[in-house]
């Protein structure tokens, strides 16, 4: 399987956006960028995917860049809640729908 | 609502002692998994299901068996858990499994597990 590469912990104010990277070098066509988060204490929780094109949805933005090798998480105004694990994960291939997690990035974010 | 209910959230078992945890999904996803997180570590994929279908992670240890005797349920058995087994154990779904690429799991909010 691909494997993804992330910062160990980020920081941030609560309401400035955050923007949290993820290298897939070895992404091959058919895999699918997907972003988990997992607050403390609880399970992960899906955040977004993608699998070319920039994505949005209610919770982030995933911005893919244009050789597929580099993505971004973009969360428009960070809260207190946001502060959680954020994974970065690439399915497809021979995972089929399996997630393979890497050990993410710790956001946290101050008040 | 909760769509995937882990019970229960807490577990205390001894150590040796046959201990079992039980996943139900109202989400009717034929595809249900089973992780393994350690302390400080990511989630790790111990089996899963598409439907009746059993797949083991090359990995897991014999020590771990499962069962999902109908679409909603899936347990976890832990034949003779260790020390090393104390973790949180967490169930999730997802609709399909080649599908699954493009379309979400959702977790149970897991099972801690203490061996005493």
């Known amino acids: 399987d691909a494997k993804t590469t992330q910062p160990n912990s980020m920081e941030s104010n609560e309401e400035e956006p955050v923007h949290l990277p993820c290298n897939h070098s070895t992404i091959s066509g058919t895999d699918y960028i997907h972003w988990y988060r997992q607050l403390p204490s609880q399970g992960p929780e899906y955040v977004i995917h993608?699998?070319?094109s920039n994505v949005n949805n209610r919770m982030a933005s995933l911005a893919i860049a244009e050789d597929r090798k580099s993505s971004t998480l973009i969360l428009h105004r960070a809260t207190l809640r946001d502060a959680a694990v954020y994974y970065c994960?690439?399915?497809?291939?021979?995972?089929?729908?399996?997630?393979?997690f890497g050990q993410g990035t710790i956001l946290t974010v101050h008040p | 609502d909760a769509m995937v209910i882990q019970n229960p959230r807490y577990q205390v078992t001894q150590f040796g002692k046959p201990v079992t945890l039980s996943c139900s999904q109202t989400l009717n996803h034929n595809v249900m998994y089973w992780y393994q997180q350690k302390s400080s570590q990511a989630p790790k994929l111990l089996f899963h299901y598409y439907d009746k279908d059993f797949n083991n992670e090359a990995d897991t240890p014999d020590n771990f068996q499962s069962r999902r005797p109908n679409t909603s349920f899936c347990f976890l058995d832990i034949r003779s858990p260790g020390l090393g087994d104390a973790a949180m154990y967490l169930c999730?779904?997802?609709?399909?499994?080649?599908?699954?690429?493009?379309?979400?799991?959702?977790f149970g909010q897991g099972t801690r597990l203490t061996v005493v």
């Open positions: 994960i690439l399915v497809g291939g021979t995972s089929y729908g399996k997630l393979t």
């Open positions: 993608g699998l070319t």
């Open positions: 999730a779904t997802s609709r399909d499994l080649r599908g699954a690429m493009n379309t979400e799991a959702f």
